[in-house]
């Protein structure tokens, strides 16, 4: 029969254990991230992804950039520029028309208890008739939602309420989603 004393060291001595490998982890991803930053550094500009040069959208270098608010590889680099915006205003407009209905075009943030802390954010909101709200989401040319933007509109319904705040309205909830294509 095992005694309790023992049972309790037993337990200290995994504790001590997980404690110093835990020490040991840490130390080997702060290794890894520190050689990361080292290649990184010594590879900008140089290095080669499906054959185009690394060019990052950066005010030292002019002429990397693609000036149209992303950089060389196509990812967005939030300079305002949002060439994308007219295509958005068509989806919402075509929307509207369709389902006889005011676009609101604020975004605003959404949230539902399913997804947790993930907040979403839709191009347009409108007003069902019964108090509730359906989002808008635009989508153009071969663009598509990410998995976290399908996860969260896979779990809006009646039944699970994205929650939102619409300035001079308040609290609302979104109910259904509609993903609009534009060309």
Same mark, same amino acid.
């Given at each position: 029969m095992v005694k309790p004393g023992q049972i309790m060291r037993r337990v200290f001595d995994s504790v001590l254990d997980a404690g110093t490998n835990t020490q040991r982890l840490r130390g080997a991803?702060?290794? #890894?991230? !520190?050689?990361?930053?080292d290649v990184n550094r010594r590879t900008d500009g140089i290095d080669v992804f499906d054959g185009k040069p690394d060019m990052p959208n950066r005010p030292d270098r002019p &002429?990397?950039?693609? %000036? @149209? *608010? =992303?950089?060389? /590889? *196509?990812?967005?680099? *939030?300079?305002? %520029? =949002?060439?994308?915006? @007219? =295509?958005?205003?068509?989806g919402?407009?075509?929307?509207?028309e369709r389902e006889g209905v005011d676009i609101i075009r604020d975004q605003v943030a959404a949230r539902t208890s399913p997804?947790?802390?993930? !907040? /979403?954010?839709?191009? *347009?909101?409108f007003r069902n008739a019964d108090g509730t709200y359906t989002g808008v989401e635009v989508k153009s040319g071969s663009a598509?939602?990410?998995?976290?933007?399908?996860?969260? @509109? &896979?779990?809006?319904? #009646?039944?699970?309420?994205? =929650?939102? %705040?619409?300035?001079?309205?308040?609290? !609302?909830? !979104? #109910?259904n989603v509609i993903l609009e294509r534009v060309p």
């Open positions: 991803t702060d290794n #890894v991230s !520190i050689h990361l930053g &002429g990397t950039g693609r %000036n @149209d *608010g =992303r950089d060389a /590889r *196509g990812r967005f680099v *939030g300079d305002g %520029n =949002r060439p994308w915006a @007219d =295509r958005e205003q068509i919402l407009d075509n929307v509207a997804t947790g802390d993930q !907040i /979403r954010y839709y191009d *347009g909101l598509s939602r990410d998995a976290a933007q399908r996860l969260f @509109d &896979g779990t809006v319904s #009646v039944n699970t309420p994205a =929650r939102a %705040n619409l300035p001079d309205v308040g609290p !609302i909830s !979104i #109910v």
